[in-house]
């Protein structure tokens, strides 16, 4: 079995804005780099930004996908009166993807 994430939502330290936490305050995640560097600062900041909202953006990948799936059939897209797979659409393809690799399976 995989272990579960740390369930969200996260956001950044009230302090220190390259630790991300969750909202009870555990800590997820911190980032690596000197914190005396005024180039690599801005580049930590951004990173703990992107990991905060990893969970609202897993959210919004699956929700995506069920309303791509519930609209057209999980078999295919009719377009031009035919049936294409939903292997032909890399965008869908994608989405399968991003939430297989966060979820530590193959899509």
């Given at each position: 079995?995989?272990?579960?994430?740390?369930?969200?939502?996260?956001?950044?330290?009230p302090v220190n804005d390259t630790a991300v936490i969750a909202m009870d305050g555990t800590g997820v995640a911190g980032m690596a780099g000197d914190y005396d560097d005024t180039d690599t600062w801005p580049?930590?900041?951004?990173?703990?930004?992107?990991?905060?909202a990893a969970p609202d953006m897993l959210a919004a990948c699956k929700g995506?996908?069920?309303?791509?799936?519930?609209?057209?059939?999980?078999a295919g897209w009719h377009m031009n009166g035919a049936l294409?797979?939903?292997d032909e659409f890399e965008d869908v393809?994608?989405?399968?993807?991003?939430?297989?690799?966060?979820?530590?399976?193959t899509p």
């Open positions: 079995m995989t272990a579960q994430h740390t369930p969200g939502p996260w956001r950044l330290h580049i930590m900041e951004a990173n703990a930004r992107l990991i905060a995506l996908l069920d309303i791509i799936y519930d609209s057209q059939g999980v294409a797979t939903w393809a994608a989405l399968e993807a991003a939430i297989a690799k966060a979820e530590g399976s």
